[in-house]
T-cell receptor, first 111, second 110 residues
Framework: DAGITQSPRHKVTETGTPVTLRCHQT?????MYWYRQDPGHGLRLIHY???????DKGEVSDGYSVSRSKTEDFLLTLESATSSQTSVYFC??????????FGAGTRLSVL | GNSVTQMEGPVTLSEEAFLTINCTYT??????LFWYVQYPGEGLQLLLK?????DKGSNKGFEATYRKETTSFHLEKGSVQVSDSAVYFC?????????FGSGTRLLVRP
């Protein structure tokens, strides 16, 4: 998985609780991305980062926040999880206008 | 805005059959185009890419040609195997971000 680790791999939580997903890379890539995958929608970009402390919103950013305090770590936080955020979340890394490499995914269930 | 449209699946084929998965795109300019594959329980991995018009990407027997005139990037393989069963995603690069199609599931039967 190109030196990308997502944690946790599976999580079940309750509506209204905060959740943080972690993406860790060992490739020193500048760009990091968070996507969610839902049936019929493919992958949709939530947020991305183009450097330490440099982040921007993607297509479906409402209800999510991110932080990148180190090159290797990109955190995705659901401040107050809702059932609509039940999904599979993928982290990806890249060097910009080129191939992105994906982690193995985190399956999140919000009950 | 930029978008990608893929044929809906599942596509079910017998082993050694010919595969085509259609992909068309809408974009300003000439973005790089990609096919990614997702095997069960795994993340996405790059299958092939093309960076300019008339480029042909190829890998593992799969091919796709960047057609500017028809804004298409159809995936083809001459003889599929059971091990090709997976979900295939077409994508384009849009200012350092990927825009994906909805994915096409391929099932190959022995």
């Amino acid at each position: 998985d190109a030196g990308i680790t997502q944690s946790p791999r599976h999580k079940v939580t309750e509506t209204g609780t905060p959740v943080t997903l972690r993406c860790h890379q060992t490739e020193n890539h500048r760009y990091m991305y968070w996507y969610r995958q839902d049936p019929g929608h493919g992958l949709r970009l939530i947020h991305y980062s183009y450097g330490v402390k440099d982040t921007d919103k993607g297509e479906v950013s409402d209800g999510y926040s991110v932080s990148r305090s180190k090159t290797e770590d990109f955190l995705l936080t659901l401040e107050s999880a809702t059932s609509s955020q039940t999904s599979v979340y993928f982290c990806a890394i890249g060097q910009g206008e080129d191939i992105q490499y994906f982690g193995a995914g985190t399956r999140l269930s919000v009950l | 805005g930029n978008s990608v449209t893929q044929m809906e699946g599942p596509v079910t084929l017998s082993e050694e059959a010919f595969l085509t998965i259609n992909c068309t795109y809408t974009a300003t300019g000439y973005p790089s185009l990609f096919w990614y594959v997702q095997y069960p329980g795994e993340g996405l991995q790059l299958l092939l890419k093309a960076t300019k018009a008339d480029d042909k990407g190829s890998n593992k027997g799969f091919e796709a040609t960047y057609r500017k005139e028809t804004t298409s990037f159809h995936l083809e393989k001459g003889s599929v195997q059971v091990s090709d069963s997976a979900v295939y995603f077409c994508a384009l690069d849009s200012s350092y971000k990927l825009i994906f199609g909805s994915g096409t599931r391929l099932l190959v039967r022995p």
